[in-house]
């Protein structure tokens, strides 16, 4: 037991990877068996584990120019200030509330409609900007105030954070701005104050799931025509189940399964930059695989995303090997952050990443980021200050 507790102390992100890789396994094995699941582990479970460990075992490896750092002043009220500029702009661009008026719909289809609307119809540069707000600079600033005990900045914080989440109906927008506060307040044993924001963040959940479901409120479920009848509590609970433990494995036993069967492999088509160069169209297989997988759904018009795990990406461009190349990837990678949480407060560090760090189950790592807040999240870490 104290070899593992100092596995985890010394490498945390590498041992809560292990969690998120055995997650995937439980949907993985149970929609396809051990078909996809052993060469899973050989070409990228096994590479993964032996480079991490060289690198870790690496001086060269310590990057010692990350213990340069800059204390800015006051940095999280301008961070704030920012966060909210942009989301009163994209409040006022869209013109309406999107939770206020997926309340009122009736049907499920209309929900969907509405919540899509929320960002799909943003320019390019607003989209990347509400990302970063809510994925990175709100949860930045919520851990600031509180490491500072600012109660006041804690609190607008909070309510900018929380309501902006919900008012894009976004459950996990919800997470992401309370969960790595939730995280912080655990590593330092603040129990009853992190049960309160679990409780608060339970809540703002619920009113995200209620407001995507019209079938809970009045409404009718026009996607699904299933004359199962559950209770409110039971298709809420079932559905976060099924969503954490089963979804994530079995969407991608479903990408082995029809890559290349039904869909060839991209080499690098799914790249603006190449097909820039050979003037191929970009494909997405994360929305070309939907109608594949859910054709009922997607007869009755509904469109939507297939999110993948992270090593999904190289798989789909360059076969079995691709897997190989994601974890060594994924291996230098947290390398560096393990050099990051050593030259930041380790506790900040990891409850800010550790949420970006799960969403690898269902999402490129170049994406989380890039276009999703990471790589911002890292940058900020390392102009804190570390008192």
């Known amino acids: 037991m104290k070899q593992i507790t100092a596995l985890v102390k010394a490498h945390p992100y590498f041992s809560s990877y292990l969690l998120v890789y055995v997650l995937l396994q439980i949907g993985l094995i149970e929609h396809s068996g051990f078909q996809y699941a052993s060469a899973l582990f050989f070409l990228f479970f096994t590479p993964f584990c032996i480079v991490y460990a060289l690198l870790s075992n690496q001086l060269v490896f310590k990057l010692e120019w990350l213990t340069l750092k800059k204390n800015i002043e006051h940095l999280e009220w301008v961070l704030l200030a920012i966060a909210t500029s942009i989301i009163l702009v994209h409040l006022i661009w869209l013109g309406k509330i999107p939770f206020i008026e997926a309340w009122t719909a009736t049907k499920l289809s209309q929900a969907n409609q509405i919540r899509k609307i929320a960002s799909a119809t943003l320019p390019r540069w607003l989209l990347y900007s509400s990302t970063w707000v809510i994925r990175a600079l709100i949860p930045v600033v919520i851990v600031m105030f509180l490491k500072k005990k600012n109660k006041l900045g804690l609190a607008l914080s909070l309510a900018v954070g929380a309501c902006y989440g919900l008012a894009l109906m976004q459950k996990s927008l919800v997470l992401w ?163 990051v949480h050593r030259k930041t407060q380790g506790s900040l560090a990891y409850s800010l990443q550790i949420f970006p760090l799960i969403l690898l189950s269902s999402g490129s790592l170049f994406t989380l980021l890039f276009s999703g807040g990471w790589g911002l999240i890292i940058m900020l870490l390392l102009v804190l200050p570390n008192d």
Do not use: C
């Open 177 to 339: 701005v309370m969960l790595p506060s939730i995280v912080y307040l655990f590593l330092n044993k603040k129990w009853l104050t992190a049960m309160l924001f679990f409780s608060m963040m339970a809540v703002l959940f619920l009113l995200a799931v209620y407001a995507n479901n019209p079938q809970l409120h009045g409404g009718q479920n026009d996607l699904n025509k299933s004359t199962v009848q559950k209770t409110k509590t039971n298709q809420v609970s079932e559905g976060l189940l099924k969503r954490i433990f089963i979804v994530p494995g079995k969407t991608l036993s479903l990408w082995f399964e029809h890559v290349p069967k039904d869909k060839p492999f991209l080499y690098g088509r799914d790249s603006k930059i190449i097909t820039h160069f050979t003037h191929d169209q970009v494909a997405d297989y994360n929305l070309e695989l939907y109608p594949i997988f859910y054709p009922a759904y997607a007869q009755q018009g509904v469109k939507g995303s297939v999110n993948t795990a992270h090593f999904m990406r190289t798989y789909a461009n360059l076969g079995w090997w691709g897997l190989t190349i994601a974890a060594i990837l994924l291996a230098f990678f947290f390398a560096f952050l393990n050099n």
